[in-house]
């Protein structure tokens, strides 16, 4: 390279990193966060690219990851080019035509969750026939605070419905029994997971509405981080003294679960999400949509001030319900950049992070069971025909063995061949050496669903350098069907 040419090379390569670096400021992007969430997880690829572009880092050989050697400005260049961070709006948060920060203009709707946006665009549908029923979750009334699904056709009942439940809602049961009732033009209000659901029915090859022609449905979504499991969350909160009953709104925010008994006033109790954890459903653990990516329109509060609503019309219809609501009264609306993105995108990206840490249900825990505990009894003969359904012949599980002599464990793989689920399957394993067993592991598996696997690592005993050989009784029993399987089986090296 000439010297002219390395010098202009180099003022490229410093113009790019400062207006980089300028488009960044303010985001929480760094160094540290590249180590955290993508080298100590484990899923750096090793490629290199952030120690290629940033002059404080170098790539450490030994190490197999990148090494600071100077001052980190925490500008959050090499964090922002590596093929494994989830950086970009698009990735975050889907595609979308336009956004909006929204609120209603319809005096009854004032006071429902947040802008009321959703409310008042069920009300504009409504009043202008653009729907004959819309799909949203109300308070049972006989449960306080359980969401149950309706199916409405008229804007009280929308104004009804208003408010959060922080709750799983069987909206799609409503949504197909709209369908079945002959319903048109439906509005369907739901979490990113419903939406999910309803956008796979109808665009998988294999969705049950693909080719239903009858019905169209616009797809409402909520904004959504968590929620909780009803039995668990509402008996804590009783036993926190707080009758639900006169619990008007519930409501999430800035990481802060709040309950009020006045809406319009400030919350009598507040918890931290992190306070309420255990309660979250599991599901959401495992969810990477903040906002909605498969709706018409998605509106959430964060990004947008109190009682206001940010929005993304993401279909063209979405875009033209928003502004028509807008322009014949029913909300106010400011554009786009009155939007704080960087709310929003931080929020996505602690969901969509959070697959990195994900750990998957394939490999349970044993724990080792109590000397006195009694071994899993057989249910009699005659109680156990009573129980079981006419299996015939059919095995109940299918196990396997893999024994890795390096670790001196013995993988032990379950499959649920039966076809129905298997509940609180208890699991026992034990070492036998001549007649008497010893070691024994147990466990308990609540649901083994038809076809699952499970795999389970069971140590054995062995001088190091010596080749493993062990006789293991697998012993399985239900409550439903007393014992399913007891086998000894041989694990010794592959000859
Ligand atoms: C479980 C859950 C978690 C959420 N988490 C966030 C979050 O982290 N960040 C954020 O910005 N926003 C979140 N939201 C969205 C937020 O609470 C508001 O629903 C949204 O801002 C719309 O406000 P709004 O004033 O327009 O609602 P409203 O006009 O009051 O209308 C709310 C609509 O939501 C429907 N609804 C209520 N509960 C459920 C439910 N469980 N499932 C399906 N539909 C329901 C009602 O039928 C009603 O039509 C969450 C909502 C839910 C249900
Ligand atoms: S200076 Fe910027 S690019 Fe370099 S390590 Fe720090 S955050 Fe990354
Ligand atoms: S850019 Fe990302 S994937 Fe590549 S080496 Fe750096 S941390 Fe690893
Ligand atoms: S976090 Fe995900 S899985 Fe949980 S309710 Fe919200 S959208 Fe559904």
Known sequence: ????????????????????????????????MLMKEIVRTGICTECGTCAAV????????????????????????????????ITDPYQLMGDFKTGYVANTNIPEVIGGQDGGTVTSLLCYLFDEHLIDAAVVTMKDPSKPW?????IITSKEDAIKASGSIYSHSQTVEALMDAVRQDFRSIAFVGTPCNIDAVSKMFDSPTGM???????????????????????????????????????????????????????????????????????KS?????????????????VGSVGSGANKNTVFARSGIGAEIMEDAAEKGYLKIEPFNAINLNAVLFLAKLKKVSQYTVRKRKVFI????????????????????EVTPPLGTKKFLSVSKDLNEEKKTVNISLTNTIGYVLEDMKIRIA????????????????????????EIGYPLEGEPGEPVVANVLVEVSTEAFGKIFSRTLKVAPQE
């Open 282 to 298: 599991s599901s959401c653990n495992f969810c990477l949509d903040l906002t909605s990516e498969h709706a018409d329109i998605s």
């Open 209 to 279: 509405l693909k080719y239903f022609m009858r019905c169209h449905v616009l797809k409402i979504g909520l904004f959504c981080m968590d929620s909780f499991a009803p039995e668990a969350i509402y008996p804590f909160f009783e036993s926190e003294g707080i009758d639900l009953s006169k619990v008007q709104k519930m409501d999430i925010n800035k990481g802060k679960f709040h309950l009020y008994y006045d809406p319009q006033g400030e919350p009598f109790k507040s918890y931290t999400i992190k306070q309420l954890d255990k309660f």
């Open 54 to 85: 940033c002059p404080v880092l170098e790539w450490d050989d030994l190490a197999g990851q990148p090494k600071l050697i100077g001052k980190c400005t925490g500008c959050g260049i090499c964090y922002n080019q590596c093929p494994r961070t």
């Open 366 to 385: 044993v724990r080792d069971a109590p000397e006195e505990e009694p071994r899993i009894e057989t249910k009699p003969e005659t109680e156990q025909a």
């Open 146 to 150: 359980r969401p149950v699904a309706q």
């Open 431 to 454: 070492t036998v050496e001549e007649l008497f067993e010893k070691k024994p592991w147990i466990t308990t598996i609540t649901e083994l669903f038809p076809f699952e696997t499970i």
């Open 1 to 32: 390279m000439t010297e002219n040419n390395s010098q202009k090379n180099e003022t490229q390569y410093e113009y790019s990193f400062e207006y980089i670096q300028k488009k960044l400021e303010g985001k929480k992007d760094s160094f540290g």
